[in-house]
């Protein structure tokens, strides 16, 4: 596609539910990046997907996160039994590659779990 | 930890002034630094990018500069315009590792 397409743009969740958030990268582009961004912060990574090789989950705050990407293309981010600090921003970037400056950026899903 | 912060989280600037957004970092081994841009409910956009070996670049009415003795890296953008509107973040990155830091954002709000 042209641009980076998350899905949905907004999310209300009641605590202890689970959600999932898709993000489509531009095509072509290898490497797949998730963060999380809270209201006037900046940008905390998760989670990081280049080609086949084994994705740097480093950044994912707790084991009720995770993410997979099918196909080396769409990736989804998992978020088990919600809590109301999980409530932010996620964006999704891809790049054709590793470097940063390649980075183009999703709109981001809004996730508010009440 | 290493970090990148700014020094001030809201400028308001007349229209058609030049802004000035600031930045200190703490890692001297980063081997360049990012400016975005981020406006209400959209991802960052790249605005412009600097090598640890510059002292200075220049895009389309932005231009970015490193002091490395100090440590800061500014983003100026002349004759600010409403569209300029938005929350500024910089960055930098090691090339051996894929992963930006992120400094906090700066807020720029620009005046009629």
């Known amino acids: 596609g042209a641009g980076v397409s998350q899905s949905p743009s907004n999310k209300v969740t009641e605590k202890g539910k689970d959600v999932e958030l898709r993000c489509d990268p531009i095509s072509g582009h290898t490497a797949l990046y998730w963060y999380r961004q809270s209201l006037g912060q900046g940008l905390e990574f998760l989670i990081y997907f280049q080609g086949n090789s084994a994705p740097d989950k480093s950044g994912l705050p707790s084991d009720r996160f995770s993410a997979e990407r099918t196909g080396g293309s769409v990736s989804t981010l998992t978020i088990q039994r919600t809590q109301q600090e999980d409530s932010a921003v996620y964006l999704c970037?891809?790049?054709?590659?590793?470097?940063?400056?390649?980075?183009?950026f999703g709109s981001g899903t809004r996730l508010t779990v009440v | 930890g290493e970090s990148v912060g700014l020094h001030l989280p809201t400028l308001s600037v007349q229209e058609g002034d030049n802004s000035i957004i600031n930045c200190a970092y703490s890692n001297s081994a980063s081997d360049y630094f990012i400016w975005y841009k981020q406006e209400s409910g959209k991802g960052p956009q790249f605005i412009i990018d600097?090598?640890?070996n510059m002292d200075k670049r220049q895009g389309q009415r932005v231009t970015v500069l490193l002091n490395k003795t100090v440590k800061h890296l500014s983003l100026q953008i002349a004759a600010t315009q409403p569209g300029d509107s938005a929350v500024y973040f910089c960055?930098?990155?090691?090339?051996?590792?894929?992963?930006?830091?992120w400094g906090a954002g700066t807020k720029l709000i620009i005046k009629p």
């Open positions: 960055a930098e990155v090691n090339d051996s590792n894929y992963q930006l830091i």
């Open positions: 970037a891809s790049s054709l590659g590793g470097a940063a400056r390649g980075y183009t």
């Open positions: 600097i090598r640890s």
